[in-house]
């Protein structure tokens, strides 16, 4: 065989053997691909930012023990404007409900209606509106029963939002139009109140404006879901699967957007330094607890 043919048989080995390789990388790199796709086990994002909001809890109160634990959680009666921890036992689900912070969203858009379908008994004919009928049916008796509850386990959450907008919404909802206080009027109002309930950890301030904490009692109760004004709809939705509801065409729809913040932003505006710093002293474990910003306003 001459030197010509050798030449020609050597090319035509090396593009063979380029050409097996070039098919078992793209094999290889397809293979690769499809594994980055299915992935080993999926990042669940939601889960990492829950453990974050409920580590953070632990950390405020761990360094603030003395002031935030209590010796029985709040089971305020209802003459106290009625009690915000309530048990729905046809679900397990214990519920907070912060006034101004999603509860009516909650109560009458989603756990009225599971009643209603199951023919729960709670409306009477006492004459107070049907939410708070609601409330006082499933609010729970007292500290043995509560620790009963706990044993068993069950879907625990609370909704929160920042405390200077929670605290605007409760002005326009519940003093605004009674057109008697313009909103310095009522922080002076609010933080004359706190000053007055502050050795009974605000027992008799108004839910509409008291400190998270003392509604809820976050370092006696480890929630479940510690939910967002900010995150509410994929917040619900994640406790709505937990409760196996997720077929339940329930009303979701709240947005804080931007109507409030500007709103927030220009009444706060107009609030002297001393009393926004008398403000974000009453709310600081609202801050600390939930990662708020009190210099956002």
Known sequence: MDLKWLKIISICLYILIGSLLCITWLYDSSYNVSLLKKGPVSVDLWSQEQAKRKERIDKVCQEHAG?????????????????????????NVLHCGIPKAGSTTWTAGTFMKLADKLGIPYRTKSGRVPRV?????????????????????????????????????????????????????????????????????????????????????????????????????????????MLGLE????????HIGNTIESTTRELFRNLTEEVKIALADLYKYDFAMFDYDPELY
């Open 67 to 91: 002031e935030l634990y209590y010796d029985n959680v709040p089971l305020f009666p209802i003459r106290d404007n009625f009690n915000h921890i309530i048990f729905f036992p046809n679900y």
């Open 133 to 241: 009928e609601f409330l006082a049916y499933f609010q729970i008796k007292d500290v043995e029963t509560f620790n009963r509850i706990l044993e068993g386990d069950p879907v625990s959450f609370t909704n929160v939002r920042h405390p200077f907008e929670r605290l605007v919404s409760a002005y326009y909802d519940k003093i605004k139009p009674s057109g008697k206080m313009m909103f310095d009027q009522f922080v002076q109002y609010v933080l004359m109140t706190a000053n007055a309930t502050q050795n009974n950890k605000f027992v008799g301030m108004n839910p509409h404006w008291r400190p998270y904490n003392t509604l809820c009692a976050f370092c006696n109760i480890n929630y479940k879901v510690i939910s967002k004004m900010e995150t509410f709809d994929e917040d619900k939705k994640e406790i709505m699967h």
């Open 247 to 254: 077929d339940e065409e329930m009303r979701l729809g709240v």
